[in-house]
């Protein structure tokens, strides 16, 4: 009998309304040198998964229900794969992050009581153990504006995309939309950013599912579920890049004129639809703010700019109120390769938003493998960060504890938990090196901007 391996289910990123669990996208290559078992799923998006009329005809959620079913088939099939039902650890990058986070949140992700094991820490929960990666600060749900209580996406939206849909009852929308083929939503998508270059991101958003008598993926606020402790309380490893979406200022700051010029003049109005403000601060980015928030318009302030504070929100609220411990990093080694590249030199300008996935997957659609010798050779550094990458992954599958046992790898890693009042984190780059409180000064006026009660 071979012992079982704990298993890692990903959920991949993408807004819910994009990219995909395929291999060619998260490959196992680099995993699979861990005695791990991979699982990567795909879960319907856009309009098909988080669709919301707020009523019976179309109540929400659909993608994250999709997840539960991934979950539940795991769960019920791993030891066929020598994968360990009890050892399960659920990921995720972006959107994929916060599907993790509410996992830890829905009662329909709750699993039935099974026999405790040594290493199972919450089994109470489908998958035992959470890496929500890289909460960008547009990303809702639990640590920002909270999941929607009306349709995130509803007729207003869609009208955008289909201008012939009907608004006088959510019957007609659901029954219009049926009527679409699958080229017709493929290409409808956008016709849904029409305000200012691809804002709001967040079109398609957890929401507070009506009781109309379908089980609800989402009945509570997260954060106040959270602050309740109304949770599936497991380990916790919540992460960051060092500078995200520092992409989507500079684009504004130095190549796009006409976007900088038309955000500096209609501020008031492109503000809150840029930083997907909540209703209840929108009058905030007035000319004090806009200083704060938007610099002098220089390449160098970017990377403040785009600054994400929902990572550092959601750390600090779990580690108050989970019963498990909680692990916090930022990763800012820069590479070869990064999901930005400056378009005039071709080489990466910082530790972008999903960069750190480039290490722990291969993407053999746009590069090939870190490990493999054909050109261009990849940079011996960048090999040494997915063999510490991984290691830290399967430490956490396996023990809960992302620190190495037993002179493992990450050789010499000491990683402290984050406390209330310790707030450590660990610093990835070519030297791993434990920091605390970060950015929090730089983030205090994105509190302003996403209130938040610890």
């Known amino acids: 009998m071979f012992a079982q391996a704990p298993d890692y289910l990903f959920i991949h990123p993408g807004g819910f309304y994009s990219m995909t669990g395929r291999s060619d996208l998260f490959g196992p290559h680099y995993l699979l040198d861990h005695d791990v078992v991979l699982v990567t799923i795909n879960y319907r998006l856009a309009s098909l998964g988080f669709l919301s009329t707020?009523?019976?005809?179309?109540?929400?959620?659909?993608?994250?229900?999709?997840?539960?079913?991934?979950?539940?088939?795991?769960?019920?099939?791993?030891?066929?794969?020598?994968?360990?039902?009890?050892?399960?650890?659920?990921?995720?990058?972006?959107?994929?992050?916060?599907?993790?986070?509410?996992?830890?949140?829905?009662?329909?992700?709750?699993?039935?009581?099974?026999?405790?094991?040594?290493?199972?820490?919450?089994?109470?929960?489908?998958?035992?153990?959470?890496?929500?990666?890289?909460i960008s600060k547009r990303c809702p749900p639990p640590a920002g504006q909270g999941a929607a209580t009306k349709p995130p996406a509803g007729p207003g939206t869609e009208a955008g995309a289909y201008p012939e849909l009907p608004t006088n009852s959510s019957r007609a929308i659901v029954d219009c939309l049926k009527t679409k083929t699958w080229q017709e939503m493929g290409n409808s998508l956008l016709g849904f950013w029409d305000q200012f270059g691809f804002d709001p991101i967040g079109l398609w958003t957890p929401v507070l599912e009506p009781d109309v008598?379908?089980?609800?993926?989402?009945?509570?606020?997260?954060?106040?579920?959270?602050?309740?402790?109304?949770?599936?309380?497991?380990?916790?490893?919540?992460?960051?890049?060092?500078?995200?979406?520092?992409?989507?200022?500079?684009?504004?700051?130095?190549?796009?004129?006409?976007?900088?010029?038309?955000?500096?003049?209609?501020?008031?109005?492109?503000?809150?639809?840029?930083?997907?403000?909540?209703?209840?601060?929108?009058?905030?980015?007035?000319?004090?703010?806009?200083?704060?928030?938007?610099?002098?318009?220089?390449?160098?302030?970017?990377?403040?700019?785009?600054?994400?504070?929902?990572?550092?929100?959601?750390?600090?609220?779990?580690?108050?109120?989970?019963?498990?411990?909680?692990?916090?990093?930022e990763f800012s080694y820069i590479g070869n390769n990064s999901f930005h590249e400056d378009p005039r030199t071709g080489k990466p300008e910082g530790a972008a938003h999903h960069d750190d996935l480039i290490y722990l997957f291969s993407m053999s659609y746009f590069r090939p493998p870190?490990?493999?010798?054909?050109?261009?050779?990849?940079?011996?550094?960048?090999?040494?960060?997915?063999?510490?990458?991984?290691?830290?992954?399967?430490?956490?599958?396996?023990?809960?504890?992302?620190?190495?046992?037993?002179?493992?790898?990450?050789?010499?890693l000491s990683w402290p938990t984050m406390t209330p009042h310790d707030r450590k984190y660990l610093r990835v780059d070519k030297q791993f090196s434990v920091h605390e409180k970060l950015h929090e000064k730089r983030l205090q006026v994105w509190e302003e901007l996403y209130p938040m009660q610890y």
């Open 54 to 134: 707020g009523d019976a005809v179309a109540p929400g959620n659909n993608g994250f229900k999709d997840q539960v079913s991934a979950l539940r088939w795991l769960r019920r099939n791993a030891a066929a794969f020598g994968g360990d039902p009890q050892q399960v650890t659920i990921a995720g990058c972006s959107a994929g992050s916060i599907s993790v986070l509410l996992h830890m949140v829905s009662d329909m992700s709750k699993g039935r009581k099974m026999p405790r094991k040594k290493l199972s820490n919450g089994v109470q929960i489908l998958g035992c153990k959470a890496v929500p990666k890289e």
């Open 213 to 329: 008598g379908q089980p609800r993926f989402l009945a509570v606020q997260p954060a106040e579920a959270i602050r309740a402790r109304r949770i599936h309380s497991v380990p916790l490893l919540v992460s960051q890049t060092e500078d995200e979406f520092f992409w989507k200022a500079f684009s504004k700051c130095d190549q796009e004129q006409t976007l900088r010029d038309r955000m500096n003049a209609e501020w008031e109005t492109i503000a809150p639809i840029s930083f997907d403000l909540p209703k209840t601060t929108r009058q905030l980015p007035a000319a004090a703010s806009k200083k704060r928030i938007w610099g002098e318009g220089r390449h160098r302030h970017a990377r403040e700019r785009e600054r994400p504070g929902q990572a550092v929100r959601m750390a600090n609220l779990m580690c108050r109120y989970s019963a498990h411990p909680v692990w916090y990093s």
């Open 370 to 412: 870190i490990h493999a010798k054909s050109p261009p050779p990849p940079a011996p550094q960048d090999a040494t960060i997915v063999d510490r990458m991984t290691a830290i992954w399967y430490n956490f599958a396996t023990y809960g504890d992302p620190n190495p046992r037993d002179g493992a790898e990450p050789a010499g």
